[in-house]
């Protein structure tokens, strides 16, 4: 396409340019603010330029692996040619490419565990795996399910494997050399046991120093990894989820052989093509236990909330390649003489995408920061966390499904064509809602765990009006309109939680907790911009989710939102937006 929009085209010169070739680092104003935010300066200088090369990467060889590996799912072979049961798993060569940049090249999966990566002296905080997993999957999303579940067992082995465990898998996976590589997988689902996890029957029996175990594992993905987390039950013991026990299946036992389960088959899945998910039915695998007996559910669980994590910052991720999709096309693209980010009705759809995404952002990165102190111990720390995981994977992936549709719409009939990135962004999009937890039971984990019982309400509150007090270049009528909306959202959920007839208004929370703590964080990320000298769009952004989000609008009132158009102008803009500039706008 010409650089001069108004020269002459005919042709393909008329098509909007997609992302290939941008550097997702660069282009992101967000990410960069929120790095100056909430990392010291020696861990930027030595992270920020390895997120550069990944922003790079991402939008270019990344980009074309995943659409390759896209086109060319995995394939099962059930046999090998002398009639074995090898049952491998065919990958195309764009796949163990993407691979080697993530497990070896940027090495996501041990980065928060092993000190050197990028040449520093610890393992990295949370908040820079989490910045590293949104920038890969800009540009591929499937493979960051493998790399999730392997970092997540990496914490898990660590926490609660006995020394003989760890000796025989953690140096494996903890490699960054993807043929010595031990991948790690977590096997829960079963027929009868989805959410409701009490109703898993693979039994596990006792076999000497070991165990073995019997059933069938209904949703596996990363099918053929190296190392196994799965939960069982032991024989005789109770049923419900008090009686599960969690096992380490290694594929592989000591002398070389395979272990005793099978890969049915691999499912036909609506999207993540790139990443083999299958079935799985253990004939006596042989398998060891981790931790007590009976105490499965609960140590599963603190991977599953690492993963919920993840799912969120993913989430975030690919809404963020979503704008930039629409970005492009609405900058490019020109029609009935004008540029389509011209149109104040195109540029109120590109706000729809805009503001979710902003939103994802900041409550991951936070949620990230936060991560660090709990690690250490941090009570508080903890209980932060407890709520702002599910938050963020309630609302974020949810937000991610019209965020990926509006871009299609955007991008008009080209995005409906496999030849763009649109379709795979709209099928991926789908698999927030189910994996690890529906919105139902995250909304429900909020009220009924998070809010009924460690009280993290409560904690949120005292942490988000702390936000807003740090924020003291704030303009007063701005700070109490966001304090109001949050006593009446805590208030909210404590009212809910108290009565359990009230259980159906467990989303209407969850929504409520997680726009109100991006508000808040995105106001305290604009002021602590704009003190700088920074860019203090995200004000903006605060008061579009204030408007939009937490107070009542009414569709049919007539006149023009001056706001509303103002911010658009300002946000839709690549021109920093001065903090005096940012408050007379919040006035309007």
């Given amino acids: 396409m010409p650089d001069d929009i108004t020269a002459p085209r005919s042709g393909a010169d008329w098509v909007a340019p997609d992302c290939a070739g941008l550097n997702f ?68 060569p764009a796949f163990r490419e993407m ?103 693979v039994m596990a029996k006792p076999d000497g120093d070991r165990w073995r175990i019997y059933g069938d594992k209904w949703f596996c993905s990363s099918t053929d990894a190296q ?53 799985v039915t253990l004939e006596g695998a042989e398998a060891y236990l981790i931790g007590e007996e009976g105490s499965g559910l609960r ?41 389509l980010v011209d149109f104040p009705l195109l540029r109120r759809q590109l706000m729809k995408i805009l503001l979710p995404t902003e939103q994802a952002l900041s409550l991951f990165l936070y949620t990230g920061h936060i991560m660090a102190s709990a690690n250490t111990g941090d009570d508080r720390a903890e209980t932060l966390l407890r709520i702002l995981t599910p938050l963020l994977k309630f609302r974020a992936c949810r937000d991610n499904v019209p965020v990926a549709t509006g871009a299609m719409e955007i ?8 030849d763009w990135v649109n379709p795979r962004l709209i099928r991926d999009a789908q698999v927030g809602l189910l994996w690890e937890g529906t919105s139902n039971i995250n909304a429900l984990d909020v009220i009924t765990r998070a809010v009924g019982r460690v009280r993290a309400h409560e904690t949120l509150h005292e942490a988000l009006g702390a936000k807003l007090d740090d924020a003291a270049n704030l303009p007063g009528q ?19 939680a108290r009565d359990p007839a009230q259980e159906d208004k467990a989303r209407l929370v969850t929504n409520a907790l997680y726009n109100v703590a991006s508000a808040i964080l995105l106001a ?37 939102n ?18 005096s500039e940012g408050c007379a706008a919040l006035s309007l």
């Fill in 25 to 92: 680092f660069e282009i992101d104003k967000g990410l960069q603010a929120g790095i100056d935010a909430y990392l010291p300066a020696a861990l930027r200088d030595c992270v920020v330029p390895e997120m550069r090369r990944l922003g790079a990467v991402a939008g270019d060889r990344l980009d074309t692996l995943a659409r390759t590996a896209d086109r060319h799912p995995p394939k099962l072979h059930p046999r090998d040619a002398r009639g074995r049961d090898a049952e491998t798993i065919e990958y195309h």
């Fill in 99 to 201: 691979e080697e940049l993530a497990y070896g090249t940027f090495s996501i999966h041990r980065m928060g565990h092993v000190a050197g990566v990028f040449g520093w002296p610890e393992p990295m905080p949370p908040l820079v795996r989490y910045i590293f997993q949104y920038l890969f999957v800009q540009g591929e999303f499937g493979l960051m399910c493998p790399v999730s579940m392997t970092d997540t067992g990496i914490t898990l082995l660590r926490n609660r494997g006995d020394e003989t465990l760890k000796s025989r898998f953690l140096p494996q996976m903890l490699s960054d050399d993807v043929d010595e590589l031990y991948r790690c997988a977590q096997f829960l689902t079963e027929q009868g046991a989805g959410s409701d996890v009490g109703n898993i029957d």
């Fill in 227 to 279: 190392v196994i987390l799965l939960l069982a039950r032991p024989q005789g013991a109770p049923g419900g989820s008090s009686g599960l026990s969690l096992f380490l299946v290694p594929r592989h036992l000591p002398d070389g052989s395979r272990n005793r389960y099978r890969i049915a088959r691999l499912k036909n899945k609506l999207g993540t093509w790139s990443m083999a998910s299958g079935e």
């Fill in 299 to 339: 140590q599963i669980m603190k991977t599953v909330s690492l993963s919920r994590l993840s799912h969120g910052v993913r989430a975030a991720a690919m809404m963020r390649r979503c704008l930039n999709e629409s970005l492009q096309v609405a900058r490019h693209r020109r029609a009935f003489g004008r540029t």
């Fill in 411 to 418: 991008r008009g009939g080209n995005g409906y064509i496999e």
């Fill in 478 to 496: 701005f700070r109490g309109q966001l304090h109001t909306q949050l006593d009446r959202a805590v208030a909210f959920a404590e009212s809910v």
């Fill in 524 to 560: 305290w990320e604009g002021c602590t911009a704009g003190a700088k000298g920074g860019d203090a769009r995200r004000l903006l952004l605060s008061r579009l989710v204030l408007d939009h989000r937490l107070v009542p609008q009414d569709p049919m009132v007539d006149g023009e």
């Fill in 562 to 579: 001056r706001f509303d158009r103002t911010a658009a102008a300002l946000l839709l803009n690549d021109t920093p937006v001065a903090f």
